[in-house]
């Protein structure tokens, strides 16, 4: 079992929607939480951190961290096209910026 | 501010030759961090630098190594390269904090023949 499960997708949404997108994680160590998004050519960017438990929200992007059930989520409201890249989870127990764990990804299309 | 830049962006070696990437980070980061992507794998930790020294190791064999300089710039050298090598090489450099954002390049893309 790999330490992070990311649902492989893809993912194809009309604009508007409201996007799930979620991970599970079997090491009980991780306290970081973060969501990064990659266009394609383009290196990951950081979107949402989260520490431990707990939700968070920046505009349309909420964060939600389960460490009971060793699960997070992103929640993406009024989905637009420009949203449309890959969201990787990531997680790691000793810094937002220190020996990450990634998901493998999912590509998200939102279609005009 | 400038980003992260690494060079090469694209190169193509053949199995057995050896590869240098390099790295430099934003001004005042000194922290740098290399990860490996693949479709297979994903994005997968390689090593981490602090200081010129390292500070966190992933699970790749010994044929990956990097270091760091005094001007935190930062190289990552594949010796020996098998076909399964091909990937692309990100480098990523943060400020030493456990909440500091980590910053990545757009990834140096190498292909083994």
């Known amino acids: 079992q790999k330490e992070v499960e990311q649902d492989p997708g893809p993912l194809s949404v009309p604009e508007g929607a409201i996007v799930s997108l979620n991970c599970t994680y079997s090491?009980?160590?991780?306290?970081?939480f973060m969501w990064y998004r990659q266009y394609s050519r383009k290196g990951p960017e950081l979107l949402m951190y989260?520490?431990?438990?707990g939700n968070k929200e920046d505009g349309r992007f909420t964060a939600q961290v389960d460490k009971s059930s060793k699960y997070i989520s992103l929640f993406i409201r009024d989905s637009q096209p420009s949203d449309s890249a890959t969201y990787l989870c990531?997680?790691?127990?000793?810094?937002?910026?220190?020996?990450?764990?990634f998901g493998k990804g999912i590509t998200l299309s939102v279609r005009p | 501010k400038a980003g992260v830049t690494q060079t090469p962006r694209y190169l193509i070696k053949t199995r057995g030759q050896q590869v240098t990437l390099s790295c430099s980070p934003i001004s005042g980061h000194r922290s740098v961090s290399w990860y490996q992507q693949t479709p297979g794998q994903g994005l997968q930790f390689l090593f981490e630098y602090f200081s010129e020294t390292q500070r966190n190791k992933g699970n790749f064999p010994g044929r990956f190594s990097g270091r760091q300089f005094s001007n935190s710039r930062s190289e990552m050298n594949v010796s020996t390269l098998e076909l399964g090598d091909s990937a692309l090489y990100l480098c990523a450099s943060s400020m030493d904090s456990p909440t500091g954002e980590l910053f990545f390049g757009e990834g140096s893309r190498l292909t083994v023949l």
């Open positions: 989260t520490y431990s438990s």
């Open positions: 090491n009980s160590a991780f306290q970081y």
């Open positions: 990531a997680m790691s127990p000793t810094g937002a910026n220190s020996k990450l764990t």
